[in-house]
């Protein structure tokens, strides 16, 4: 779902950004999506001081939880803390992207999982996935866990759970935090990620390696 209720037409659109309207997803430089979602998406409010300030559930390295830290603070220290990804799959199986706000302070429009998010203080894994769907996408689906996905540099220090959930119906995805919504089919995520890596979230890079080994 596009995040303005009246866009022009997508041959409009090609036409007026120098596009061929036939081209696939993995075909445009990321140059070419920032202009593509300027014309599909209105510019959001900067984040304020408090989303900044949003508590962290920060852990050891062995995924203890020791307590809750400003996010700025876990950014700046590197500090080990908690996220989940999940991939929602359509009836025909594609898997929905989204290209992260520019907004963002770490990685903006880059592509990355569905919904993703961190675990906030007194909130384990299965809720955080719950609340971060609700959020981002405004929509409730069963999840199933897929794997543990451990705290490195590419996952910003991050240890992720990844979920995968099926979903029938029209996404409502938050335009403080999404860019744009996009459903791709795998191969093409697969083809687009060896092409151009740099155009994905390292986060969703090593989530999307795992889902990828696990065959599901």
């Known amino acids: 779902k596009l995040l303005r209720?009246?866009?022009?037409?997508?041959?409009?659109i090609s036409a007026e950004l120098g596009l061929n309207p036939k081209a696939r997803a993995e075909e445009l430089s990321l140059q070419q999506w920032t202009a593509l979602t300027n014309q599909t998406s209105p510019m959001t409010p900067p984040l304020g001081t408090e989303a900044l300030e949003e508590q962290f559930q920060v852990v050891d390295?062995?995924?203890r939880p020791i307590g809750g830290t400003p996010r700025s603070q876990v950014h700046a220290n590197n500090s080990l803390h908690r996220a989940v990804h999940i991939l929602i799959f359509n009836p025909g199986g594609d898997v929905y992207l989204q290209l992260?706000?520019?907004?963002?302070?770490?990685?903006p429009l880059t592509w990355d999982s569905s919904a993703a998010g961190h675990v906030?203080?007194?909130?384990d894994y299965g809720q955080t996935a719950v609340r971060e769907l609700q959020e981002e996408l405004g929509i409730e689906t069963e999840l199933e866990r897929v794997a543990k996905v451990p705290a490195s540099k590419r996952t910003g220090f991050e240890f992720i759970w990844l979920y995968r959930g099926s979903?029938?119906?029209?996404?409502?995805?938050?335009?403080?935090?999404?860019?744009?919504?996009?459903?791709?089919?795998?191969q093409i995520v697969d083809?687009?990620?060896?092409?151009?890596?740099?155009?994905?979230?390292?986060?969703f890079v090593e989530c999307w390696k795992v889902w990828r080994e696990k065959g599901t």
Do not use: C, M
């Open 5 to 12: 209720e009246e866009v022009p037409t997508w041959e409009a």
């Open 61 to 63: 390295d062995q995924d």
């Open 100 to 107: 992260r706000s520019r907004l963002k302070d770490r990685h």
């Open 120 to 123: 906030n203080p007194g909130e």
């Open 167 to 186: 979903y029938e119906g029209e996404l409502s995805p938050n335009s403080n935090e999404i860019e744009a919504l996009r459903a791709f089919p795998p």
């Open 191 to 203: 083809d687009w990620i060896k092409a151009r890596p740099r155009e994905f979230s390292p986060g």
